[in-house]
């Protein structure tokens, strides 16, 4: 029980050591040579001995886990040779615990966040934000958190973006500049996201990352698998979604150090996403979630084409390994096959390098830590068979499993309770009535007299200028309000008196607000990735 059977090389089995599999891993290789079979086998090895999984069902075959394998399949026989040479008596189909999760909402149960949640860091690679811009939501942020002012849906990021470029000058003393041209930046990508689908993954209810903890009572890990062949048409969407569940499973997760086998095993399909156009200081930060989530008793396995996909920093921490065939058509090609070759301890009987060539389907080179936590020396090795169907499901197929899910109708209607958006719109209605209320009180003194004050206000000149005066504010007033809303305030004055009321209104706004929200509590605490920690932060209900 206290390993994993991956495959055999001859008479040896090649088994990895579950309290070894928090220490993280690579399935590389070319398309077409058998990486889906390996991730599915080890998916299944992991539900039986009690670990939950999570991985991405980049083409729809891993959903074929959920359902046996099947005497009438066009691979049966080939499946039955290959578990009777490598001595499994004991192989049979079976299906696994399997839960679907979509972030549409369309092949499994809705997965939902919140923007608060994501953090900005990893929002401006989603919205694929520059330095600057990134500063900007960033300030935005830490407004909103000291303000206790939850950003849950992208009305309220664009409530917030408005609310801190109208109070611009104020702001900007305390925290850097913040320009129009930067908010409006910011506000078109948020439109570009919202088309992509960005208006269904940021809502409520938020997924609680331990729905992917469940154990069955058979004692078997749940297989949570998320359609991803829509998603992965937003490969920034794709990559970004995973990394930030990674990073919430860091926050939520305790330390347990080297337990003796995984709580969770996270396998990353299309992993090249997540490193292509990433920064440098984002890189560092994904390194660093890698290295510290295995105290977290959680594996994570990256599944892509070429192992220099990876980067080093990365890739170093990758100890168990399974090498498929890669083919030798272009230099960077045969840089990625030297590269895996020299990642392999050495076995003084194998050529590494030329082996990685000429490997057939469902072959694959095969390192794995010992009990030492040491590489083992690469063997040349064929993948057991799986238990489980290999291919996708039917569609009815799919709906009963959907339906049957313990989950089911948890996450499904989506819940707008009042945040950001609301909470600012009610700011900008009060400032409002304040105004209107304040013009309409000075406007009958005046007009009631009053020495000196009282003639001039009763002339017809005092008269029209209290008017006016009184209208200017009221419109400030309404063009405030309107911008929070989200509506375009009609054209201002752009005579020196306008530009010094309104720096004052701004100025006013912002203390108002600050006020308002000062008896709610300190700053939102934020993890390694900028996300939402709840290690360190209460939740705001």
């Not at 520059?130 to 942020?141: D, K, M």
């Not at 948020?190 to 331990?210: H, I, M, Q, S, T």
């Not at 979630?289 to 192992?307: A, C, E, H, M």
């Amino acid at each position: 029980m206290g390993t994993i059977f991956v495959g055999a090389a001859g008479d040896k089995r090649l088994e990895l050591d579950l309290k070894r599999a928090n220490r993280h891993g690579l399935i590389a290789g070319a398309t077409g040579t058998g990486k889906t079979v390996s991730l599915q086998i080890l998916a299944e090895g992991f539900s039986k001995i009690g670990v939950p999984v999570f991985m991405a069902d980049v083409k729809g075959d891993l959903a074929g886990l959920a359902m046996p394998g099947s005497a009438t399949h066009k691979a049966h026989t080939a499946l039955q040779e290959r578990a009777a040479n490598m001595g499994l008596t004991d192989y049979a189909y079976e299906a696994f615990p399997a839960v679907f999760w979509d972030l549409f909402g369309e092949q499994g149960h809705p997965v939902r966040t919140t923007v608060s949640e994501m953090g900005p860091l990893l929002l401006s690679r989603l919205m694929g934000l520059n330095e600057t811009q990134e500063g900007v939501l960033t300030i935005a942020f830490r407004i909103a958190d000291e303000e206790q002012l939850m950003l849950l849906d992208l009305k309220d990021l664009q409530s917030m973006l408005t609310y801190v470029a109208d109070n611009a000058a104020s702001i900007g003393t305390r925290y850097g500049n913040v320009t129009r041209p930067s908010v409006g930046a910011i506000q078109r990508q948020l439109l570009v996201l919202e088309n992509e689908g960005g208006a269904r993954f940021f809502a409520e209810p938020a997924l609680d990352v331990k729905d992917f903890m469940r154990v069955g009572d058979d004692g078997r890990g749940q297989v949570n698998i998320l359609a991803a062949d829509k998603l992965m048409q937003s490969p920034r969407l794709y990559s970004t979604f995973l990394l930030w569940l990674l990073s919430e499973l860091f926050e939520a997760l305790p330390e347990v150090g080297d337990p003796d086998k995984p709580k969770l095993v996270f396998f990353f399909d299309e992993a090249h996403l997540l490193f292509d156009e990433a920064p440098k200081a984002l890189l560092e930060k994904i390194e660093q979630v890698v290295r510290l989530i295995r105290s977290k008793g959680v594996g994570v396995y990256f599944i892509t084409q070429n192992p220099i996909d990876v980067p080093e920093g990365v890739g170093g921490q990758l100890g168990n390994r399974i090498q498929h065939a890669l083919r030798a058509f272009t230099p960077r090609d045969q840089k990625a096959i030297k590269a895996a070759a020299e990642t392999f301890r050495i076995n003084p009987g194998l050529n590494v390098t030329a082996a990685i060539t000429e490997l057939k389907v469902g072959e694959a080179l095969v390192s794995l830590l010992d009990g030492d936590g040491a590489p083992s020396p690469v063997e040349r090795a064929f993948i057991r068979p799986p238990c489980s169907r290999l291919g996708p499901l039917t569609e009815q197929e799919r709906k009963v499993m959907i339906a049957s899910s313990p989950f089911a109708g948890r996450y499904e209607e989506t819940v707008d309770r009042e945040s950001a958006f609301e909470i600012l719109k009610d700011r900008a209605e009060k400032a409002l009535e304040e105004s209107e209320a304040e013009a309409t009180t000075k406007a009958r003194a005046r007009s009631s007299g009053g020495g000196r004050s009282g003639s001039w206000s009763n002339s017809i000149l005092g008269k029209v200028a209290t008017a006016v005066i009184g209208a200017f504010v009221a419109k400030k007033a309404r063009d405030f309000g309107d911008s929070l809303a989200g509506k375009k305030p009609s054209r201002r004055s752009a005579s020196a008196t306008s530009s010094a009321v309104g720096t004052a209104g701004s100025q006013i706004g912002y203390e108002i607000g600050k006020a308002i929200a000062g008896p709610m509590g300190g700053r939102i605490g934020r993890g390694v990735l900028g996300s939402f920690s709840r290690g360190v932060a209460k939740k705001i209900g």
